[in-house]
């Protein structure tokens, strides 16, 4: 027989898992009392037995932030961004007694994760890649168990009272580096993003894309596996043999920005004379003979402190005091355009 649980009590009286959640710890301030006696009935009928962590999380008895991270790669901590996020996060949650227990899903295995399944934490943080569509599906599922949901790098999609947004502020970053390349007045510019869709990527992109088009200038994308330097290169090469040689490489990283300024250089391509580059991200001071990297600096560590604090004040207070949080993104400039 299958583990009855908070979604098949749930299922079965017609309510959310978070009022199920809240019924059997006792919380009664918003349920109707039919609904009450709904989901005691399901919970007696069924002979649902509450986790013993729901009355530890009311009383923050475990002192562990979970934080899902949904990436169809496997080697999602070797991302920058992320480790610098988790760094920042884990390192204030640390600090005020916390521990930080992180997940990889990938993104058809979210209604089987571990984090899903199992109440273990006293809250939950997001980084999410996907559509859209999938990603609101997603955090609607996790503010569903009724804990406090905090995501990073996305724009609210849900009605939930317990979720908060925390951002940085990338189509800003991204507007600053087209503005500072328009002013080359490339005749072609080629901007290379991730295969993967995640959202602060997709608006660094319509930034981009919104300044060159405002100003006249032509552009074009290219989609590549950013975790693969070999195929980074092959397809930028690929690019340049049927189009022929931009006057700019727009990468939507530094890790990509870097393999083409080295894919250059070695061809005796003049950078910046001949082709500008760009990157984003800034996390360490970039060069590739003498050229250092022009970039936007992303202050990825500062959103992980900020979220372990916002958690951690909710957590005290019972509500999040606000809905989003944006932080600012700065304009580096190097030699390389």
């Known amino acids: 027989m299958a583990k009855v649980n908070l979604h098949t009590v749930a299922a079965h009286a017609g309510v959310s898992t978070a009022t199920?959640?809240?019924?059997?710890?006792?919380?009664?301030?918003?349920?109707?009392?039919?609904?009450?006696?709904?989901?005691?009935?399901?919970?007696?009928?069924l002979g649902y037995r509450p986790n013993r962590t729901a009355r530890e999380l009311r009383t923050l008895q475990r002192s562990i932030i979970g934080m899902t991270i949904v990436d169809p790669s496997p080697m999602f901590l070797a991302d920058p961004f992320t480790t610098h996020v988790a760094a920042g996060l884990s390192n204030r949650l640390s600090e005020k007694g916390f521990g930080l227990l992180v997940h990889g899903v990938k993104p058809k295995q979210i209604n089987d994760s571990f984090l899903v399944r199992e109440t273990v934490v006293d809250a939950i943080c997001l980084m999410l890649s996907g559509s859209a569509a999938s990603r609101r599906s997603t955090i609607q599922l996790f503010a569903d168990l009724g804990q406090p949901i905090l995501v990073?790098?996305?724009?609210?999609?849900?009605?939930?009272?317990?979720?908060?947004?925390?951002?940085?502020?990338?189509?800003?970053g991204a507007d600053a580096l087209a503005r500072h390349v328009l002013r080359r007045n490339p005749a072609s510019t080629l901007i290379v993003i991730p295969k993967i869709f995640w959202p602060a990527?997709?608006?660094?992109?319509?930034?981009?894309?919104?300044?060159?088009?405002?100003?006249?200038?032509?552009?074009?994308?290219?989609?590549?596996?950013?975790?693969?330097?070999?195929?980074?290169?092959?397809?930028i090469t690929d690019n340049i043999d049927r189009h022929g040689l931009p006057e700019a490489v727009m990468g939507s990283n530094d890790r990509i920005a870097a393999i083409a300024l080295r894919l250059l250089t070695a061809q005796g391509?003049?950078?910046?004379e001949q082709v500008a580059v760009t990157g984003f991200n800034a996390f360490e001071p970039y060069s590739q003979?003498?050229?250092?990297?022009?970039?936007?600096?992303?202050?990825?560590?500062?959103?992980?402190?900020?979220?372990?604090e916002l958690l951690l004040a909710r957590l005290r207070a019972g509500a999040?005091?606000?809905?989003?949080?944006?932080?600012?993104?700065?304009l580096v400039e190097g030699t390389s355009a």
Do not use: H
């Open 20 to 45: 199920v959640s809240k019924v059997v710890n006792g919380v009664r301030q918003g349920i109707s009392a039919e609904t009450v006696m709904r989901v005691q009935e399901a919970v007696r009928m």
């Open 152 to 172: 990073f790098q996305d724009k609210p999609s849900i009605e939930a009272a317990d979720v908060c947004y925390v951002n940085q502020d990338d189509a800003g």
């Open 201 to 235: 990527i997709e608006a660094r992109l319509d930034a981009i894309w919104q300044c060159f088009k405002q100003a006249g200038r032509p552009a074009r994308i290219l989609r590549c596996d950013e975790n693969n330097r070999e195929a980074i290169a092959q397809a």
């Open 269 to 272: 391509v003049k950078v910046p």
């Open 289 to 308: 003979d003498r050229v250092t990297l022009t970039s936007a600096r992303s202050p990825a560590f500062e959103l992980g402190q900020l979220g372990a």
């Open 320 to 330: 999040f005091e606000r809905l989003e949080y944006t932080l600012p993104v700065s």
